[in-house]
């Protein structure tokens, strides 16, 4: 009987190192800087081509826990998400882990945090002291990325793009009075497309997530989250971060 239940064990661990080492995971995101990006700028990249703050920590997590991993960048965010929550052996990143979104997927991480924020241009006037207050002024959002949905669900009317440099566009040119974004990635585009703008309200800190197809077997989504955990009482994360938060 012992030897059975030896057997058992065994042929056990076996397989999960051996579905470690042949498992394949697709990972998907768009350019959000400094979090997920493309090294030269455009909307698709894979492999190498894929940088960024999130990326190089999952990289590093899918070789401690020994998973092929590939790495896809592509537009727009909503198809993205979309072939993440329905294609099995796909997962995307980073994303907020929202109410709407826990039951479509499991969960790695947090891999890293962000507040959101109000950006206006730098010369402007506008002052806040509660989220109703943005109410009255020209709001411009991402469509369908988590800050949009929040809003809107907090009864905001939201000038919306699929991507960011029209917003921030928008902004400069008084288009929109504020735009809802992240903190660092607004700031960065600003400053890298030249436009000067400030900080004047943020509406709350958020952690960001891998999101992973739900036909993954959870010893995969073991695997990537104590990998994650090494990493992190390892000081490699803080590391990674200071890389690109500097």
Do not use: H
């Not at 995971?25 to 990006?37: D, K």
């Amino acid at each position: 009987m012992y030897t059975r239940i030896f057997t058992l064990i065994c042929c056990s661990l076996v397989t999960t190192i051996a579905m470690g080492a042949s498992y394949k995971l697709n990972l998907l995101t768009e350019n959000n800087p400094p979090f997920n990006m493309s090294t030269n700028g455009k909307k698709f990249a894979r492999e190498e081509q894929v940088d960024g703050l999130a990326t190089v920590i999952l990289r590093e997590m899918c070789k401690r826990a020994q998973i092929t991993c590939t790495f896809t960048l592509r537009f727009p965010w909503s198809k993205v998400l979309e072939q993440a929550q329905t294609k099995p052996g796909y997962a995307v990143y980073t994303t907020v882990r929202t109410p709407e979104r826990e039951p479509n997927f499991k969960w790695v991480g947090p891999i890293t945090r962000n507040d959101w924020i109000f950006v206006a241009k730098a010369d402007s006037t506008i002052q806040l002291k509660t989220l109703d207050d943005a109410k009255q002024l020209r709001v411009g959002g991402y469509k369908g990325d988590a800050k949009a949905k929040f809003l809107e669900g907090k009864g905001f009317s939201l000038v919306t793009s699929l991507q960011d440099i029209r917003l921030l566009n928008k902004l400069d040119q008084g288009k929109i009075d504020l735009w809802v974004t992240s903190d660092p990635a607004g700031p960065q585009l600003a400053q890298k497309n030249n436009i000067a703008v400030k900080k004047v309200f943020v509406i709350q800190r958020k952690d960001l997530f891998l999101a992973v197809n739900k036909q993954v077997p959870d010893e995969i989504i073991d695997k990537l989250q104590k990998a994650y955990k090494q990493l992190e009482q390892e000081g490699v994360v803080k590391q990674i971060e200071d890389r690109f938060l500097q």
